[in-house]
């Protein structure tokens, strides 16, 4: 099976969100792909993940447990589909329990890089599916979710950028 067949048009299925940030893709793919960088900004403001494990291969593992403040934890782990640094990444991740009702891959996640004379463009897709995962996901707080994580996102790369 090709990538080409996991990726579906934009529409139903898929919920994304975009971004411009002053920092080239190698600092920003940098921050995704070194687990300690990650564990600093992967989540919501509030959460905190004590835990990241990552086999950045193609088959690789990628899991990762997000805790809550009053100590809720939200376990996710997934395998890398491809790796091309520093422009593309791209996992499956299928949520742990108290998430959502499936031991399947709920998604597949298509995180791009692209270089904008020194910035990066930085778009995360999340591909569903069925049109119901990609509504449980939205309901869940994808774009309010994955906004704060990439509001922390940026906060790191600017912190290595100036360290």
């Known amino acids: 099976m090709s ?13 994304s969100i975009t971004r411009l940030i002053d920092a080239p893709p190698s600092q920003v793919f940098r921050a995704w792909v070194e687990p300690r960088l990650l564990c600093q900004w992967w989540g919501p403001h509030g959460m905190t993940t004590p835990e ?24 996710s782990q997934g395998v890398f589909l491809d790796i091309q640094a520093p422009h593309r990444i791209v996992f499956t991740d299928a949520f742990g329990p108290g998430w959502v009702p499936s031991a399947r891959a709920f998604m597949t996640a298509v995180i791009s890089f692209e270089d904008l004379d020194g910035k990066t463009r930085y778009t995360a897709r ?23 994580s990439l509001d922390r996102l940026i906060a790191v790369v600017a912190d290595q950028a100036a360290g």
């Open 3 to 15: 990538l080409h067949s996991l990726v579906t048009p934009p529409g139903e299925f898929e919920l």
């Open 52 to 75: 990241c494990e990552m086999q950045l291969w193609v088959g690789g593992l990628f899991r990762t447990l997000m805790r809550a403040p009053d100590g809720s934890e939200y376990p």
């Open 126 to 148: 999340a591909l569903h599916w069925s049109a119901a995962d990609r509504q449980a996901h939205e309901d869940m707080g994808f774009h309010e979710g994955w906004g704060q």
